[in-house]
Every structure is written in C-alpha cells, then in structure tokens.
C-alpha cells in the first residue's frame, strides 16, 4: 500500500500536480462566483478541491441543490482523478458534474468549431507546473498553439502553467472572471514576459495576493494568486500581502495597494512598497548599470565538469603537461571569499587537491598523458554527452578567454563581483565581465567593493530569480541589468574607501557583511549620492525582506 502511495505521489508531481489548501480554492472561489446561475470552469481540475469549493459558493449564493452539479466543468487528462473527483462531489451532494477526461489543450474553446463547453462566468484552479525540460513533445506543441489562438507568443522555455493559464480565459465570457493560483515566476522570468504583457490588455482588472510561506506540500514553489476580470486594457494592479492560505478569509476588497507595473520586464518590485519602489526608481534611474561597464558572458560549458576540470595530482596521474591545460578557477563559487581571486589563492587551492585545471590540449596533440585520459573518457562515455557530442574533437571545449572580473550569479545572499586577479578561465558556475575598453584601472578595482551597497543590492532581488532552497539566480541578461554606481561617483567613493579595503575584505571573508554593506553605503549613498540615512535604511530593509522571503525555511502547516 505504502508503495503505491508513492508511486501515486511520484505521478502526481511529474505532472506537476500538488493539491491546493483548501483555504486557497474556497478564496477564490468566492471571489469568482457571485451568482446562482454562474458556469464554472476547473481546467485541470485534479481531485475537485475547487469544484468542491465552486459548489459550496453556489449553494451559499442560492444556486438551487440540483442544479449546482451541471453549472460545474472539470477536465482532467487523468482518469483516476476523475473519477475521485466525481465521488467527492456525490458525497457532498452535487450530482451531475460535466467531468471531462481529455487533454486541455485539446479542447475547443466555445469560439471554435465543434466546442462542447459553452461560455463560462468563471474559471478557477491551479494549472500543473511542469518545467519546460519535461513539457515536451506533442503536449508542449498544442500548448503553444492553443496559447498562440489566443494572441500569444509562447517560448519554448515555458513551463505548463503559462499555457494554460492563457487558453483558460478564452472559456470566459466577456464579464467573466479568472481565479488561478499561478508560480510566483509569473514576476520575475524572462519567459513570462508575454503573459504580463496579455495579462494588461486582456483584462480590466488585475488582482494579485502574494504569500509570505509557502502553501504547497512537497514544493518549494513560490505561489502568487490571479484574480483578473472584465477586458483590457488595464493600467494599474491590486496587490495584498499575507502571510499564509489562512488569513485569507480576512482579505477585504478594499484592502488593496494599488500599483502600476511596468509596461515591459518584470513586476518584481510591486512586492516593495510604493514609497520604496519610487525611492528605488529614482535611485537607480541616476545609476549606470554592470552591461555599461562590461560585457557579461558564460563560462565555459564543457557538458562534463567533473571530467573536464581536475585537479593537480589527476594532472600528475596521467602526467599531462601544463601546456595541455588551462589554469581555472575551480567550479562552484565557494573559495570565492574575497574581492579578488588571486595567484596566492590559486595556488593554495591547487595544494589543497582542488579542481584548478581545464583540458584544453591541442587538435594534433598526440602527448601520451593526453591520449590516457582522452581513452580514460571514452571509457566513462563522456564522449557521449549531448555537448561533447556536437564538437569535433570531443575532447577539447571551447574556453573562455580569462575575464576581468567573476559574478556569482547563483546566490544564497547576494551576486557579487570578484576580480580575476590571477588571470584564470572559467566554467559555467559563474558568469565573467569583460570589462570595457577605456575604462579607467581604478573604476575596474573599485566594483567588486562599491557593488556592495544596497541600492545594487536591492537590484539583485527585483531583477534575479528565485530557485529551490532560496537560491537567487541571475542570467547575463539581468546581470546586465543590475544597477551600478556611475563612474564619476564610484570613483570618488573608491579615493575614501580604496584605503580601508583591506580591512574590508578581511569583514567579508568572515562573514560580517552587513557591516561592509553600511560602510560602503556611508560613502557611496549618503557622501556621494547625496541620500539621507532614512532613504538607506529604507532601501536597506526592503532587500532584507525580499532576502527573507526567497531564504524563508518555513514550509506549509501540517493538516
């Protein structure tokens, strides 16, 4: 029994489907529903926990008992779930549901040809989240072309929800409404830039409630609820704040922070309050940012780290010569405690059996050394990597020239920039910026310190992206982005500062970084920007809570 129970659980996440509290269902639904002749829509409606919510709404807005089970859809491509759904819904007196084992994406919308749902006066339910790298074949195609029907353009980086999401309203009626819980990615990924965008002209009204804890059993997904109604286009969004699924019940309709999102990008920073978002706008709009100072670029991408990088006795194990090699600062972003990545620390590494090498031998190389660890490879199949696969020889990657400076662009607690001192290449753990030609040495020394103040800090939680276990990732795109002190300022901050480095770093290095973010916020923000010590600390404590929320430990309560 128990190993069927988890088989059950294992099929229910690789669809992506977690059941919704049921605080979460009975919200929306009684947003959604406002009278007694409402059709209801779950398109992926699982185990009914929001037919069952659709149901009671009904009954509590006078829809007669009979008649509550036809004004209600469900599809489901699981039969199973179905057929649960249907047994839940009789216990609780609602018969006759229109429950459809189908494909979502494969169904008509009331404006198509052979459509056997009609116009709907309200959608609600929790779309699967199934990451692109599972939402493949035949499944993904529909999606996207059900999404396209509707006027937008899909990625094939998009995860489930998105379609669904966006062929769920063309079962709405005009006046209707949509109730959906959504990832809090719906912010802050680049793929979900044409979802905020038809969110704005697709509908008049445009609600979100954002969680403090998370709500699912068995995801760490950041969940945002989407209340939309009436048709576009909209200019401004309601945003409410609670801490979990049961404080719920208490929200008010005229308990809203009204806010107007940007036109293009992400809404991260609607999770700031308005006094703060427009202190932060006004901040960085007289910033430069880090694609102004350099380029950002990948690491090498070798499609076998762990075969590729090794360390200095593997080097003498085979006795490959240095020429053969790259020197390399080794994967991951751990030893990088300091401003700089220096020669010393290099060394150091490389005594301490670290992987500080890349291959990189010659197309003609025929060293002997070389030749035992290329077989060596070839036994472990890493030849047959996707990557090592699509480049000839198999055995050499493509490195990246040494960059001016590393960014650590997977983060528990904040990106930063280090300078590449000791002239090493890297992988694809890390992100390098080459510095632009002309910029003066001193500007090139003074980022990885000057970085370090709360304005670019704050930047990092808008413009990044929340993973798993709270880490915050960062492309070259939003990289790029981040905000930067201009040149002339950070110049003159670095002739105050430049003297304390040392003592600096030696705080960074043993983890007192709050005290060098304040001493770097002194001179940068308040000296050179002219802030007042109010506006820093305002800045300050708004990274501090977006910080809080992405590393947050708590996880649902326990039912």
Request: aromatic share 8%.
């Amino acid at each position: 029994m128990a190993a069927k129970q988890a088989t059950s659980v294992t099929a229910r996440k690789a669809r992506g489907a977690f059941f919704t509290p049921p605080e979460i269902a009975e919200f929306l639904a009684r947003w959604a529903i406002a009278e007694p002749d409402d059709r209801v829509l779950d398109p992926t409606c699982g185990e009914a926990v929001f037919l069952l919510a659709a149901a009671e709404r009904l009954r509590a807005v006078g829809a007669d008992p009979a008649a509550r089970g036809p004004l209600l859809t469900g599809i489901d491509i699981d039969a199973p779930s179905l057929a649960e759904s249907c047994s839940l819904l009789h216990d609780k007196g609602v018969d006759a549901p229109n429950l459809i084992n189908a494909d979502f994406f494969a169904t008509h919308t009331p404006a198509q040809i052979g459509s056997k749902i009609g116009w709907q006066d309200a959608v609600v339910g929790n779309p699967p989240f199934v990451r692109y790298q599972a939402f493949s074949g035949d499944v993904r195609r529909r999606a996207l072309a059900a999404a396209l029907a509707q006027g937008v353009r899909l990625s094939k980086q998009t995860s489930s929800w998105a379609p669904t999401l966006v062929h769920a309203s063309a079962f709405l009626k005009p006046s209707g409404r949509l109730a959906m819980v959504v990832p809090a990615e719906l912010l802050t990924v680049h793929y979900a830039e044409p979802i905020r965008r038809w969110l704005r002209q697709r509908f008049a009204v445009v609600n979100l409630v954002m969680f403090e804890r998370l709500q699912f059993h068995g995801a760490d997904e950041q969940v945002v609820l989407l209340v939309a109604h009436g048709q576009g286009t909209c200019d401004s969004f309601s945003l409410y704040h609670v801490d979990d699924a049961s404080e719920l019940a208490e929200v008010h309709p005229l308990d809203v922070f009204s806010s107007s999102p940007a036109a293009e990008g992400k809404w991260s920073d609607l999770a700031l309050s308005l006094e703060t978002r427009q202190l932060f706008r006004r901040v960085t709009a007289r910033m430069e940012i880090l694609g102004d100072y350099g380029k950002l670029e990948l690491g090498t991408v070798t499609g076998a780290n762990d075969y590729f990088t090794m360390s200095e006795a593997t080097r003498h194990r085979y006795d490959i010569d240095e020429r053969h090699l790259k020197r390399l600062s080794p994967p991951g972003t751990r030893h990088l405690r300091s401003l700089s990545f220096t020669h010393e620390q290099w060394e150091e590494l490389k005594l301490t059996g670290k992987r500080v090498w890349l291959l990189h031998p010659s197309k003609a190389t025929q060293d002997r050394g070389v030749m035992r660890y290329i077989r060596r490879g070839e036994r472990l199949k890493v030849n047959k990597a996707y990557k090592c696969t699509v480049r000839k020889p198999w055995w050499r990657p493509p490195v990246v020239a040494e960059p001016d400076l590393f960014f650590t662009y997977m983060s528990h607690r904040f990106p930063r920039l280090i300078a590449n001192s000791a002239g090493t290449t890297l992988v694809n753990s890390m992100h390098g910026v080459r510095v632009r030609q002309g910029l003066k040495r001193e500007a090139r020394d003074a980022l990885p310190l000057l970085a370090l103040n709360s304005a670019t800090l704050l930047g990092a939680e808008v413009l990044g992206r929340s993973y798993g276990g709270g880490i915050l990732k960062m492309e070259p795109r939003e990289a790029a982005g981040l905000p930067m002190p201009c040149v002339a300022e950070l110049q003159s901050a670095w002739k105050t500062l430049k003297s304390q480095k040392d003592d600096l770093d030696i705080s960074l290095q043993q983890g007192e970084w709050e005290a060098v973010v304040t001493t770097v916020d002194g001179v940068l923000l308040e000296e050179e920007m002219g802030l007042t010590t109010d506006e820093v600390s305002m800045l300050r404590d708004a990274g501090d809570l977006l910080r809080a929320r992405r590393t947050r430990k708590s996880r649902p309560r326990e039912r």
